[in-house]
């Protein structure tokens, strides 16, 4: 037996205000999980309808439900702290749920109504929490500071003593600080990102059979509709198109016992997922437990992203922690769990790498659009290039669960490579046909063009045109550098900065030291200044290494007298620079 | 619950500060809410509650109406209604209207909500709001007869400790409805929080003269305020009023942007002294000072009609002089300090020389 004079006796004496801080604030990483925890309230209340909406010009924050409500001792017991009496089956049971919002508003109101109850208000002034965090005072005492009085509301004409129902949970007077955090987009993403909302089957039709498939290994779909701003939350992903039909399905196993079912998605193109339609993610009860990392850090190497996918984990021993980015590690569960997941996500990789090698449809489109626009050079080496790759073998991981994809991704592969051979006969046909007539005739077009320029332009254009090139390259501006450096006096080398100090602009607002050229007394000189660099850093790419990049894409795109075309235009407007530098006038030295 | 927020169709320039606080304490209990100015002939909106607001006492028509229409559609709604006109004179209101409740003065549950400005989407007059009406304080240091504040408010209170939660999003201009801004033992912080947040402010029932010194004329100055209002209702304050259009000036505030607001009219058994001649000395001191007059006709606390009250130190004749005055020589009901008409005032020599409109010659339309 324990001596009682030895014993510390704990009574509310020990706790102090400050602990309330740790519990509000401290465990809940990051404000929105509030969110969470009243929708979790909400489903555990039997609520078929969660509506969460902005009220007050979004300074106020409302989350509705159509749950069974309280009655007066059940909202008293719904503020005590860490203490819950849910059952089992309840997704919350940690009895702080209710106080998580305390760091993002002034005020908590509670409104609620259980049927044949009268409507109760409460209200818990987080402010006055705030204030009393640094002084020493009782937790309990300050509790009962904050915590209003229990107001009985009137009742509205369509709502009745009898059959109505719900809470209402309002975040009232969001703190400036927490509005940048609680932004409409924000909260749409994270509500679809973490509560139990069902698939958009209507767009995600893969959703009903992964439905079927939760069910029958004995998930629990949550059947709650949940609106934010009146629109209907649903859960990734949102489209079937960018996705493989198949249903990677995997068993988790702990001492063989089941512990984990999860289902995946992979992308059908090589590449990673978009933002909504990306990530493996645990879920419990439906809820998401941590985020994407969560899963894929479980294995140490890359992994590249190319699926979407749920672990719901079954097994009661797993329990998440309290603020839900983990489970709790004091188990003999979690190790060899997540040491399975880890190599699963592994073995994900090594597929994505598979299908990498040998799917290569984005090559052959690229390969298609040259062939197109009659470059017929580049789309033989890319050709090249791609036949040798594909010569090189890579393996298949062996995880039973991934098979199946190995069939669609082989069966893709074929494909590919009937397509490269039909290339391959594009290509030798379009190499016996000559130039058309009317690429001739536009580039004598060219050359008058050229006749009747500027010397300054003609001396660059002439020696461009000799080479035999066609295109706009990093010395095509040269002429207008040459004629600003000769104005001015400078040496820049860098148009941007040549333009920039000739004619004073900077974002076009004034820079520092005034300009050196003037065309007319009036700031538009700058905007000219600005325009010079604009045609310049609109075609005229100045990195080699980045030809082909989208900047440039619309000229590589075009065919060859659309080119020609597109140069004379350039040098039209080129000449219009030209005329103006010269006849503006040089008012100081640089 | 469906609360409707009733504003009858009184002029005003500014929207109803009390209903939308109001809807905030509504919002807070879970309820809808919904606010209309005037009558509302299709409105989907099926209250359970209707709250009315009122303003001047001879602004009481529109506030019949709007009672009486909204009883008549709403029949089984509660309604109940509150501000200055119901406040003052609720048993007029409830021999009219016996079903009614009535709130007598402030409410004070609902006075700290922000109020609820997104309503005023709905309403066209509204629609366009963007300043944040705000009260720092409540009621006045003073007492003075003509002044309904200290009857209305009692005596003056702090409301506001930090001013930044109470500014709306979004809004671009800052109203100050404080009786008298610098008597509230805050001023300084708020002076402090108004610098900060920057936006500009207009200190909209004007400031005390009497109360201006170097530090606060300063704290001023560097506040965007579009003018500055004062008041200038006895002679007896020409010594305060000269020192702050003074040290107001010497603070880098142009005497034009002074706006000084001149009580006439007024007479009651104790206060005699507000005659034609004495509203001639300090229009014609204010405008000796540079700064513009607003001459202010005294309404009684009661008045059911505008302008019916004639002081018995004035005639009929003498109000009607001023109100020509004020549209002929004038500007906005104004006389700011245009040389012409700081010249008449300069040559007048008595109440008839000044306000007369003559021998300005009259203009074409007239004749």
Redesign the interface.
């Known amino acids: 037996m324990r001596d009682v004079n030895l014993l510390v006796i704990f009574t509310e004496e020990a706790f102090g205000a400050k602990l309330l801080e740790a519990l509000t604030a401290g465990l809940y990483d990051g404000n929105k999980n509030c969110l969470r925890e009243y929708v979790q309230n909400s489903i555990d209340s039997k609520a078929k309808r969660i509506d969460i909406y902005y009220e007050n010009n979004r300074s106020d924050l409302v989350i509705k439900d159509t749950g069974c409500g309280m009655d007066k001792q059940e909202l008293v017991k719904a503020l005590h702290l860490g203490k819950s009496e849910k059952p089992d089956t309840a997704i919350g049971w940690r009895g702080i749920g209710i106080w998580s919002g305390i760091p993002a508003c002034r005020r908590i109101v509670i409104i609620t109504k259980k049927q044949n109850h009268p409507k109760y208000r409460i209200e818990i002034d987080a402010d006055k929490l705030r204030d009393q965090y640094g002084h020493n005072l009782l937790a309990t005492e300050v509790l009962t500071e904050i915590t209003g009085e229990i107001e009985e509301l009137e009742l509205g004409r369509d709502e009745s003593k009898k059959d109505s129902q719900y809470t209402i949970i309002r975040l009232e007077e969001m703190l400036s600080n927490q509005r940048a955090i609680f932004i409409e987009k924000d909260i749409k993403e994270y509500l679809e990102r973490v509560v139990p909302a069902p698939f958009d089957t209507s767009k995600f039709t893969i959703g009903n059979e992964i439905n079927k498939r939760l069910i029958a290994h004995g998930i629990k779909l949550v059947k709650i509709d949940i609106f934010f701003e009146n629109q209907k939350i649903f859960r990734p992903p949102y489209n079937d198109d960018f996705f493989f039909s198949n249903i990677i399905e995997k068993t988790f196993f702990v001492n063989n016992v089941i512990v984990a079912y999860g289902w995946l998605l992979s992308s059908n193109k090589n590449r990673i997922l978009k933002l909504s339609n990306r990530g493996v993610y645990f879920k419990k009860k439906m809820m998401t437990i941590g985020d994407a990392n969560l899963v894929t850090k479980q294995q140490e190497g890359n992994y590249n992203q190319w699926q979407y996918g749920e672990i719901h984990i079954i097994h009661d021993g797993l329990k998440e922690n309290a603020p839900r980015n983990n489970f709790e590690a004091n188990n003999d569960i979690i190790d060899p769990f997540y040491k399975q997941v880890g190599f699963f996500v592994r073995h994900l990789q090594q597929m994505n790498q598979y299908q990498s090698h040998y799917m290569v449809s984005t090559p052959i489109e690229q390969i298609k659009k040259h062939i197109d626009a009659d470059e017929i050079k580049t789309a033989q080496d890319k050709l090249s290039k791609l036949q040798k790759k594909l010569q090189k073998t890579r393996s298949f991981p062996t995880e039973p669960a991934l098979q199946g994809m190995k069939k669609t991704i082989d069966k893709e592969s074929n494909k590919n490579r009937i397509e490269i051979k039909k290339l391959e006969k594009a290509i030798k046909k379009k190499k016996k046909r000559q130039p058309s007539d009317l690429v001739k005739e536009k580039m004598e077009r060219f050359s008058d063009f050229i006749k009747n320029s500027r010397p300054i332009l003609k001396r660059h254009l002439s020696k461009t045109t000799q080479k035999g090139k066609l295109e706009l390259n990093i010395d095509a501006m040269a002429p207008v550098k040459d004629l600003l450096q000769q104005k001015t006096g400078l040496t820049e080398n860098d148009l941007s900065t040549l333009t920039r100090r000739a004619y004073d602009w900077k974002d076009v607002t004034k820079g520092d030291n005034g300009p050196i050229l003037q065309l007319s007394e009036s700031y538009r000189d700058r905007h000219f200044g600005a325009m010079i660099y604009g045609l310049y850093n609109l075609f005229v790419n100045p990195f080699k290494h980045e030809k082909g990049k989208p900047i440039f894409a619309y000229y590589e795109s075009m065919t060859e007298e659309e080119k020609i075309e597109t140069l004379i235009e350039f040098h039209h407007a080129q000449n219009l620079i030209l005329r103006l530098i010269e006849k503006s006038d040089r008012i100081r030295n640089p | ?2 609360v409707l927020l009733v504003e009858p169709t009184y002029y005003t320039k500014f929207p109803p500060l009390g209903l939308l606080k109001l809807a ?1 304490y509504h ?5 809808q809410v919904k606010l209309v100015r005037g009558i509302n002939e299709d409105l989907e909106f ?1 209250p ?2 209707i709250e009315v607001t009122s303003l001047f006492t001879y602004a009481w028509k529109p506030v019949h109406e709007a009672i009486q229409f909204y009883h008549d559609e709403f029949r ?1 709604a509660k309604m109940r209604v509150g501000g200055i006109y119901a406040s003052l004179m609720s048993e007029r209101l409830e021999s009219f209207f016996p079903f009614i409740d009535i709130y007598h003065g402030l409410f004070e549950k609902a006075d700290a909500y ?1 109020p ?3 309503l005023l989407d709905d309403v066209e007059k509204w629609e366009k709001w963007d300043s944040t009406l705000l009260f720092t304080s409540r009621g006045c240091i003073r007492n003075c007869p003509y002044c309904v504040v200290p009857k209305l408010e009692g005596k003056l209170r702090s409301v506001v400790e930090c001013l ?2 109470y500014i ?3 809004h671009k201009r800052i109203i100050l409805w404080d009786n008298n801004f610098f008597a509230s033992p805050n001023w300084k912080n708020i002076m402090k929080d108004l610098q900060d947040i920057g936006l500009p402010v207009d200190f909209n029932q004007g400031i005390d003269a009497r109360l201006i010194n170097d530090e606060k004329a300063r704290m001023i100055a560097e506040l965007k305020t579009p003018l500055i209002r004062t008041a200038f209702d006895d002679l007896h304050e020409e010594k305060a009023v000269t020192d702050a259009v003074d040290i107001l000036a010497q603070n880098g505030i142009r005497r034009r942007k002074i706006f000084i607001y001149t009580l006439y009219n007024f007479f009651d058994e104790e206060h005699y002294n507000d005659t034609p001649t004495n509203f001639f000395k300090r229009i014609k001191l204010i405008s000796e000072l540079g700064c513009v007059s607003y001459p202010m006709r005294f309404e009684p606390l009661n008045a059911l009609k505008k302008n019916r009250f004639i002081s018995p130190l004035w005639t009929e004749q003498q109000l009607k002089m001023v109100v020509k005055a004020r549209r002929i020589l004038g500007y906005g009901g104004a006389f700011p300090p245009y040389k012409g008409l700081v010249d008449k005032f300069d040559r007048a020599n008595s109440f008839k020389e000044a306000f007369s409109v003559y021998p300005l010659r009259a203009h074409p339309s007239n004749l």
């Open positions: 619950m469906k905030s919002r807070s209990r879970g309820d099926k359970d509650r089984h922000i609820a400005y997104d930044e939660r709306y999003p979004g």
